[in-house]
């Protein structure tokens, strides 16, 4: 799959106000199933600060500028998680940019986040690891907006191959993909609709973008599930 895969989407934000420009901050993330037990979730955050009012104290300094962008933050993590587990098994951080020269220094520390769960309790365990001084406050979020991609990639986990359909672990007999959605949120609440479907044995639906990718190439939402490895094979 070439590299611009992704690129043909609608635009993240509407056009900007006509107000003076503050502040960009920039996540993104992507995964990539690089085996039949692997995710690897990359991600970055970038900070970008306009040029133009530092340019203007440059130049009034008698200094020549351009007026360009200045970039504060970059930061990149790369996680191997292991599925259906979804146990971080590798981890590396890499500052590309950064304000002060030892903001690197930190990077090591994350190593410590190789045998944890990303799934429940991710968040306040990075936290309790890598809050205030004990981390980069950057990557710290970067991670945090990284962790619900694993639980993303689950569904689409076992269409890419052979690998992902291992047994529920779940009391409730769900299936891996599904068991990790508990409690995530409130149209996924353990007392709610879709769980208690899961629990006596129904598919959950299937997400309405892909309902209506369905529907415009002329087939039924009713007959296909695009979820699985072969969708003709819903009943």
């Not at 890499?94 to 991710?122: D, K, M, T």
């Not at 529920?168 to 599904?178: C, I, L, M, T, V």
């Not at 629990?199 to 190439?217: H, K």
Request: proline residues 11%; hydrophobic residues 35%; charged residues 20%.
């Amino acid at each position: 799959m070439s590299a611009g895969w992704s690129d043909d989407h609608p635009p993240l934000l509407p056009p900007d106000p006509e107000f003076p420009p503050l502040h960009n901050r920039d996540y993104q993330v992507r995964a990539w199933r690089t085996d039949e037990a692997t995710i690897l979730i990359r991600g970055a955050v970038m900070d970008i600060k306009p040029g133009e009012m530092i340019a203007e104290r440059i130049r009034s300094a008698g200094g020549v500028d351009d007026g360009r962008p200045i970039t504060i933050h970059h930061m990149i993590v790369d996680l191997y998680v292991g599925v259906p587990q979804l146990v971080i098994k590798d981890v590396t951080v890499a500052f590309e940019r950064n304000p002060q020269p030892a903001c690197p220094h930190i990077a090591s520390s994350y190593q410590g986040l190789i045998g944890l769960s990303i799934s429940r309790g991710f968040t306040h365990k990075v936290r309790e690891l890598f809050g205030g001084p004990r981390g980069c406050t950057h990557t710290t979020a970067l991670l945090q907006a990284m962790a619900p991609v694993a639980l993303q990639c689950m569904f689409s986990f076992r269409a890419a191959g052979p690998g992902g359909g291992a047994a529920s672990s779940d009391p409730s007999g769900a299936p891996p993909e599904a068991s990790f959605m508990r409690d995530t949120c409130h149209v996924w609440s353990g007392e709610g609709e879709l769980w208690q479907g899961v629990t006596v044995g129904r598919t959950p639906p299937m997400p309405l973008p892909m309902q209506e990718r369905l529907r415009a190439s002329g087939l039924s939402p009713d007959r296909v599930d695009l979820r699985r490895p072969d969708p003709q094979s819903s009943p």
